[in-house]
């Protein structure tokens, strides 16, 4: 569908097309006749939609930040699970997981070589010496915000602790290079180098995702690559970024039991964590952590 210039904006701002989107636009279409590859306007929110992502975020960060002092040693995940769903329901919000493509649970809870999508369970205690990832999303007004978190449980090893660490800094440097009218690639080479310099390794077949009026929505955002490939990130592109980084070898399994649980091949650590973040004018906006 081709807007005239003075026809309405697609952002819903009211202006005509001309004063409003139509350079931005045009900009993008630059880039795609230079061989880029370029976001479509669903990946390119609206003001109001990017306000509704940005209230459904700290929704999220506040289950996370109300689930924190209850991830100890001798908690049943399942029981963490109930408590989640019931806060989220307290502020007015609905736990995205549950019933998500039949997923049973409203949170997913992966402890050390599960590398992600763990399902809470009574019989499930977590233990001293664990990490563990808590990965939470909150629909709030039909908006999504979507993060994780790992834990130390206690004394946890040197290693593990490092594992922890490093891979919080890989979601960082991540973020520190993703830039408006830079690529994909520019995080990804960023996140990528630095699991690698500390001898880790990134899953290659999961990743982050175009996340907020959908909980997955294009663009899939891996977490390797190279400066100045993949993707145009513009302003207004709301993703996560979430690289789950493995102690030992890239390689991961799924349970083929659940359906759901993803392990590391080599039954060594992995650790993750995730943010949903907002493509600005200038750099990014951490919507949800
Ligand atoms: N929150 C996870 C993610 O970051 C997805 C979990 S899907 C579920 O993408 F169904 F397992 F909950
Ligand atoms: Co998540
Ligand atoms: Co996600």
Sequence with gaps: MKIGRNDKCWCGSGKKYKGCHMAFDNR???YRSRGFQVPNHQMIKTPEQ????????RKNTMVLDYITPYVKAGANTAELDRL???YTREIGCIPACLGYEGYPKSVCISVDDIVCHGI?????ILQEGDIVNVDCTTIYNGYFGDASRMFCIGEVSEE??????VTKECLDLALENTRPWGT???????CNKHATENGYTIVREIGGHGCGVKFHEEPWVGHIGEPGTGILLVPGMTFTIEP??????PDVFQDEDDGWTIYT??????AQWEYTILVTEDGTEVLSY
Excluded: F, T
């Design 244 to 249: 789950m980084v493995n102690m030992g070898g």
């Design 28 to 30: 993008i279409k630059d």
């Design 120 to 124: 809470p369970a009574e019989d499930y």
């Design 50 to 57: 990017i306000e509704g992502i940005r209230q459904a975020g």
């Design 265 to 270: 091949v080599d039954g060594m650590p992995s």
């Design 160 to 165: 593990k602790r490092k594992l922890v660490r």
């Design 84 to 86: 989640i769903e019931a």
């Design 184 to 190: 994909l690639g520019d995080m990804q080479y960023a």
